[in-house]
């Protein structure tokens, strides 16, 4: 199971990206979009921007996760683009990596803001495995 990540940017607002991130995940294959993680921020009216991670691996059954949520936050310090890209990054080989089951890896959820100024925080969440 390997992940990749998508980006989208407008300078404008998050008016004109709210449409770019559904044409993305229309745009995403059947498989690819049962694994989809989708999380977007807006930088006090400008630089708006989100991420997309997917796979193209099949669903692994979910009977195995519980029902206990735990995560890690990935962080950038810095606004530039480059900067942004290896947050991105940094979080897909978290989920590339071996700490997580695949199970758990394939419905992790994510959460994005850089609203505060050029701190960025990427989020991920999954269900631990059942005890």
């Known amino acids: 199971m390997t992940f990749v990540y998508d ?11 709210w449409p770019e991130m559904t ?16 999380a977007a921020s807006d930088m006090k009216g400008s630089d708006a921007r989100a991420i997309l991670i997917y ?9 195995e996760l519980g029902t206990n949520w735990t995560s890690k936050v990935f962080k950038t310090t810095s606004g530039s683009e480059e900067a942004y890209q290896a947050l991105y990054q940094e ?8 700490l997580l089951s695949d199970v758990e890896k394939y419905y992790a959820q994510i959460s994005f803001t850089n ?17």
């Open 7 to 17: 980006q989208l940017t407008n300078s404008s607002d998050m008016s004109y990206l």
């Open 23 to 38: 044409n993305a995940l229309n745009d995403l294959s059947k498989k690819r979009r049962k694994s989809a993680k989708i």
């Open 55 to 63: 796979c193209d691996s099949a669903a692994p059954d979910e009977a």
């Open 91 to 98: 979080c897909v080989n978290f989920l590339n990596g071996n």
């Open 115 to 131: 609203a505060s100024s050029n701190d960025g925080f990427l989020a991920l969440f999954w269900r631990e495995l059942e005890r």
